[in-house]
């Protein structure tokens, strides 16, 4: 599709399980970010790739968040020892232009991955 | 937590009334956007502001930018059915700094 790709779209873990959720950005967007939006609440900032480089991971709560896109297009945003204030939707969002240069390129956001810790 | 703070928290509205929400910031943003998302979706970008007091129209929406850079107003006129759903705010410092949403239903 010519959208971006989450998988998969439900995700229940067991507290304490190691979780692996996937994004497919838009083919050519150079701009890839990684939000949590808590039930009610609005997408919070987690992490940004401009390709393959981890240029800001400031919004990451905890040491068991972990992030990569090794190649510059498919990003993983790895979760370990999942605990139920994990419990969100994981938004994955791409833009074509570098985003710290270029502000008014518009990011185009997928479904998400709602993870469920129980 | 959320940086901007958005009004109200939830409407219902009537099809055919006007809608308004707004929104401010303790903080300048360059750009400002606001987004809609439905049940199941992730957000879908409105309308985009880029300059300080603008006013961006799309459709029957309706945006402006205020003059201090620390918020904004959406309009949505004439309300249709498929508008129910939660927009949200969001300030663009490259990253985004969304609201925490205002949640628009139809009355019964």
């Known amino acids: 599709g010519a959208g971006v790709s989450q998988s998969p779209r439900y995700k229940v873990a067991k507290r304490g399980q190691d979780v692996a959720l996937r994004c497919d950005p838009i083919?050519?967007?150079?701009?890839l970010f990684w939000y949590q939006q808590a039930l009610g609440q609005g997408p919070e900032f987690l992490t940004y790739?401009?390709?393959?480089?981890?240029?800001?991971k400031s919004g990451l709560p905890s040491d068991r968040f972990f992030a990569e896109r090794p190649e510059g297009s498919v990003s993983t945003l790895k979760i370990q020892r999942t605990q139920q204030e994990d419990s969100a939707v994981y938004l994955c969002?791409?833009?074509?232009?570098?985003?710290?240069?270029?502000?008014?390129?518009?990011?185009?956001f997928g479904q998400g991955t709602r993870l469920t810790v129980v | 937590g959320q940086q901007l703070n958005q009004s109200p928290q939830s409407m219902f509205i009537q099809e055919g009334e006007d809608v308004s929400m707004n929104c401010t910031s303790s903080?300048?943003?360059?750009?400002w956007l606001w987004y809609k998302q439905d049940p199941g979706e992730g957000p879908v970008l409105l309308i985009a502001?880029?300059?300080?007091?603008e006013l961006t129209s799309n459709g029957r929406l309706t945006a402006q930018f205020g003059i201090t850079r620390k918020d904004s107003f959406l309009n949505i006129s004439a309300s249709i059915p498929s508008d129910v759903g939660i927009y949200f705010c969001?300030?663009?410092?490259?990253?985004?700094?969304f609201g925490a949403g205002t949640t628009v239903t139809v009355r019964a």
């Open positions: 969002a791409s833009s074509l232009k570098a985003a710290r240069t270029s502000t008014n390129t518009e990011a185009f």
């Open positions: 083919s050519g967007h150079v701009s």
């Open positions: 790739f401009q390709n393959e480089a981890q240029l800001d």
């Open positions: 903080s300048i943003f360059n750009t």
């Open positions: 502001l880029y300059k300080a007091g």
């Open positions: 969001a300030g663009n410092d490259y990253k985004l700094s």
